[in-house]
């Protein structure tokens, strides 16, 4: 894949508003002059299922999904699913968990246990590891689902995107009741000390 | 200025620009996005049809009133929809036609991964493939002039990759394309066997002008590289191999039906290796090998599944992406799952715990098949619950027939569960058909249907009565019954189980997702509280078990207070937050 090309992989559990996280960064991405190539998953997914979004851009972008071991950035909606992914974040890359945990079926059944201490586990392998409780944060903000514009808010300023473009993007995608609460988690996110 | 599109999106857009004012369509992943889309362009008429097959049909009046038309399915949907297509394309078109045929590589959503580039060559149509949005959107606006010009329906193969990722589009400029005369033409619209004959001789011309055409398409193109390698391919397997094998030579193809021979014969000559890079069945390849070239496909990659970058580089390169970080032990998994508080998980609940029979259906209702419900013993296509029970009881007589039942959802009811039904009152069967009226398409994201008394375009409309209509088919018993009352629920499924003759029940209650009633979320009282676990059997996302504590515990994010867990539970131990 071409070393232009910026891969952001957004992962979590239906619901959680990872479609939203992915057409933010994209539209800002779009709004600084790169070619952009989003890929997401509708239907099945939204039933409680594992949920993964693909964010790409650059100068010139072809395939809309990320090569295993390429993504620059992993944002965690949920820290199974940054366990999960792990396989496609690059050598050197930036993993961003937040640290809600969501039990899937086999655990709530107790068929299976769900492993303890993941972000730990992951920051001990991978370097560039920021844990953060973006859903407490979000509360803060004054709703817990703007967890995801949190994590936007951090990643963005970590791939130093636009915090403006990002502020637009939300203005023009988010329903006119939510904008501020989404602009606050923003900032929030922006200003996060690891 | 550019704007992100999903590629369903841009396909819409390109219809609008062409000049289309009549839409029609069945939801199915992954194609529900175009037609919702197009409905909300202005001076535009859209409808969701009962069925594929419909749609199809008010897309032939439409274009034989002078319209251009535009329907859309899932790759399913066009078996639906097969018997007008195959005769459409003998009576060809008035206003221009494009059918997109969504297919799903890798079953994202789907129950089969049929490749319906299979249906342009049987029903001898031009079948067009795009790669990005911009050219979803421009190839789709090229496709109603291509209908017009060559007297035929064009069908856009689009797969789930493509409908579902943002690229950048460039919109055009609408065109306003003043609705065709109509003039009585019996010969070319009324398929007699007489004028049949005569229309299948046009349809064989009408082949040859097409394989003229597509050998000088501007939507093919070459782009010359390193010509020790050549790949010849189409759709989203073009924007992997830029990726991975960005030297090489390329045949991209937009026409994948006919294929242009002279085009791919040159192109061929000029390389030393050919392959064929093309997701599903090898219907490129084959053709290549019936004119005699030597070509490298299906025999290094899979027939099954959806590709990607990594597949092809580890395939074509001979390069395995090793993952830089990796994590000791296993991570769970995580099915999905009917939602938290779906109103219809309990009539799974009972089914599973009676041990029945269950011929089961397409949505959301086919994951009570899934464990711990489990409650499903076969899932085929739209509608075929109910025949499939009507079989199972012709062939184990009626004591089987006291122990099976028909699982069916409202609009798939609607699309094809209607004609079995009659089937069973015609050949006096036994069945029991529980219909699960959730009052919405919901797998495909909430579409609305003859059954909910809203439009496409969110008018209201006549509402179809699924009580009354099924009285009228001749069935006796019907009864209605909510399906959170589990008890009644119970009672009403082994009373009809166990009556000679058919019935139906209909289990009544909105998707958890779009009902306006909203109740607190449930608590577990913890000192009453068995750790019997019959809760945690019912598959309920809201609720889950602390094995240290040995007790069940609601999450207060997700219950959405349905009660059916109150129900379930044998101690009262469940309540609502404001007892505690």
Redesign the interface.
């Known amino acids: ?2 070393a232009n090309t910026t891969n952001i992989l957004i992962v979590g ?2 619901g959680q508003g990872t479609l939203l996280a992915s ?1 933010v960064l ?2 800002a991405a ?1 709004d600084l002059g790169h ?16 949920v993964v979004s693909q964010v790409r851009y650059g100068p010139q ?5 990320i ?4 993504a620059d950035v992993i944002m965690a909606f949920e820290k ?2 940054a ?2 992914y ?6 050197d ?1 930036l993993i961003v968990i937040n640290t809600e945990s969501i ?8 068929a ?4 303890e201490n993941l972000e730990q ?2 920051a001990a ?2 370097p560039n590891t920021v844990i953060m409780d973006a859903s407490g944060i979000a509360e803060e903000c004054g709703n ?1 689902k703007a967890a995801n514009i949190v994590m936007v808010g951090r990643v963005g300023k970590a791939l130093q995107m636009s915090k403006d473009s990002l502020a637009q993007a939300i203005k023009t995608l988010v329903p006119s009741k939510a904008i501020d609460i989404n602009l606050r988690a923003l900032d929030a996110g922006w200003d996060f000390m690891d | 200025m550019k704007k992100l599109m999903i590629g369903n999106q841009a396909i819409a857009r390109g219809a609008y620009e062409a000049g289309v004012t009549v839409a029609a369509a069945y939801p199915g992943t992954p194609s529900t996005e175009i037609v919702d889309g197009f409905s909300k362009f202005e001076g535009v008429y859209a409808e969701w049809s009962p069925n594929e097959k419909v749609a199809l049909e008010v897309g032939f009046g439409a274009s034989l009133g002078g319209a251009r038309t535009l329907v859309t399915m899932k790759h399913v949907g066009v078996n639906v929809a097969a018997d007008p297509l195959y005769t459409m394309s003998y009576t060809g078109v008035t206003g221009g036609v494009v059918l997109v045929s969504a297919d799903d590589p890798g079953m994202h959503s789907s129950q089969n991964e049929q490749d319906n580039r299979g249906y342009g060559k049987f029903a001898k149509l031009l079948v067009i493939e795009p790669s990005d949005s911009q050219e979803a959107l421009d190839f789709t606006r090229e496709a109603f002039d291509l209908s017009e010009e060559f007297d035929s329906p064009v069908m856009l193969r689009v797969t789930t990759r493509l409908c579902h990722s943002q690229s950048l589009v460039e919109e055009g400029v609408k065109q306003d394309v003043p609705l065709k005369e109509y003039k009585k033409n019996e010969a070319k619209y009324v398929m007699l066997p007489g004028f049949a004959r005569l229309r299948h001789i046009e349809v064989e011309k009408r082949m040859d002008r097409l394989r003229d055409y597509v050998e000088t398409s501007p939507l093919n193109r070459v782009e010359w590289g390193d010509r020790s390698i050549g790949i010849i391919t189409s759709g989203i397997p073009y924007q992997y191999i830029k990726e991975v094998l960005p030297e090489a030579s390329v045949l991209k193809l937009a026409t994948v039906n006919p294929l242009p021979e002279k085009l791919i014969r040159d192109f061929a000559a000029k390389v030393e290796k050919l392959y064929v890079i093309e997701e599903l069945e090898p219907v490129i390849e084959e053709q290549l090998k019936a004119w005699g070239l030597d070509v490298t496909g299906k025999d290094l990659l899979p027939i099954i599944g959806e590709y990607s970058p990594e597949l092809l580089e580890q395939v074509l390169v001979g390069r395995t992406a090793e993952p830089p970080y990796t994590l000791e032990g296993s991570i769970p998994g995580r099915p999905p799952l009917l939602c938290p508080g779906c109103p219809h998980r309990a009539v799974f609940h009972i089914l599973n715990k009676k041990k029945l029979t269950v011929a089961g259906d397409i949505g959301c209702y086919t994951l009570g098949a899934l464990k711990p419900l489990g409650a499903m013993d076969s899932t085929l296509c739209m509608g075929a619950s109910i025949g499939t029970a009507m079989g199972m009881e012709k062939a184990r007589g009626i004591e089987g027939s006291r122990k099976t039942v028909a699982v069916i959802g409202d609009s798939t009811f609607i699309h094809s569960g209607i004609t079995p039904l009659i089937d069973v009152v015609y050949n006096q069967g036994n069945t029991t058909v529980i219909i699960l009226d959730n009052s919405t398409t919901a797998m495909t994201g909430h579409q609305d249907h003859p059954g909910t008394g809203v439009t496409i375009q969110k008018a209201e409309a006549p509402k179809l009565d699924l009580e009354a209509m099924v009285k009228a088919i001749g069935i006796r018993r019907v009864t209605a019954v909510d399906p959170i009352n589990i008890k009644e629920l119970e009672k009403v499924i082994m009373e009809e189980l166990a009556f000679e003759g058919p019935s139906v029940i209909i289990a009544v209650r909105p998707c958890a997702l779009i009902d306006s009633n909203k109740y607190p979320p449930l608590v577990v009282e913890k000192d009453k509280c068995k750790a019997c676990k019959a809760c945690i059997k019912i598959g309920c996302t809201g609720m889950y078990w602390v094995e240290e504590e040995k007790l069940a515990y609601i999450n207060p994010d997700l219950c959405i207070g349905c009660g059916l867990c109150v129900e379930i539970c044998k101690f009262d131990a469940v309540v609502e937050r404001a007892v505690m």
């Open positions: 894949m071409s559990v239906g057409r994209a539209q779009m070619d952009v190539k989003v890929s997401e998953i509708h239907g099945m997914a939204q039933r409680g299922g594992s972008v072809f395939s809309p999904i090569k295993m071991g390429e199974l699913e366990a999960r792990l396989s496609y974040l690059r050598k890359g039990d899937p079926l086999p655990v709530m059944s107790g299976d246990v769900y492993p586990k992951i392998v991978v817990i």
